[in-house]
């Protein structure tokens, strides 16, 4: 596709349940990264794959929260037992490779209720 | 001290005029740098990048860049009111990861 694809772009999510967010970066993008924006605040570090290896997980907040890449092409980031203070906004970026621009996905806005 | 350091605004600023947006950040081991568009409820969009010190124009955009004073900063002339968003400055201390400030809220007035 042209640009990052992420979906679904909302999720309302019962506090407890887990979800699934899914990213499609642009093709032949090495770099994938996931981030997080909670409202009013820039977007926060989760995650960062180089192809299909998790090169840094340093932002994750939890051992809730786990993200897979596992051909190098599409994420996916899990969140189980979701709690209020997961709603956010979740951002997926991908590069060519590391050093060089990132483009950001729509986003998937989660609300837990 | 935040890594990355904005003011949050908003800056209000006539149409026409001149927009001017600052940033200081914290780690000096930063090498590129990155300024980011955002409109409400929408993804950041990419709009400058710089890498090394001085200004870099790009339209009617005009990144600087001071690493002594860990200071980068974005100049929108003419500014329309299509440019009224939330401009976000992100470093990256390390060779890939972006580091983002909270955004300064830009408003153009007609």
């Known amino acids: 596709g042209a640009g990052v694809s992420q979906s679904p772009r909302y999720k309302v999510a019962k506090r407890g349940q887990d979800v699934a967010l899914r990213c499609d970066p642009i093709?032949?993008?090495?770099?994938l990264f996931w981030y997080q924006q909670a409202l009013g605040q820039g977007p926060e570090f989760l995650t960062y794959f180089q192809n299909e290896a998790q090169l840094d997980k340093s932002g994750l907040p939890s051992d809730r929260f786990f993200a897979e890449r596992p051909e190098g092409s599409v994420s996916t980031l899990k969140i189980q037992r979701t709690q209020q203070e997961d709603s956010a906004v979740y951002l997926c970026a991908s590069s060519f490779s590391g050093s060089t621009e990132a483009f950001f996905g729509q986003g998937t806005r989660l609300t837990v209720v | 001290q935040k890594e990355v350091e904005q003011n949050s605004g908003p800056l209000s600023v006539p149409e026409g005029a001149i927009a001017s947006l600052n940033c200081t950040y914290s780690?000096?081991?930063?090498?590129?740098f990155f300024w980011y568009r955002q409109y409400s409820g929408k993804s950041p969009e990419l709009i400058m990048s710089?890498?090394?010190?001085g200004d870099k124009e790009d339209g009617r955009f005009t990144a600087q860049l001071n690493k002594a004073s860990q200071y980068v900063s974005l100049l929108i002339r003419d500014s329309q009111p299509s440019d009224s968003a939330t401009y976000l400055c992100a470093p990256t201390p390390g060779s890939y990861k972006l580091i983002f400030g909270s955004g300064t809220r830009l408003l153009v007035r007609p």
């Open positions: 710089i890498y090394s010190n």
């Open positions: 780690d000096r081991g930063s090498q590129s």
């Open positions: 093709s032949g993008h090495v770099s």
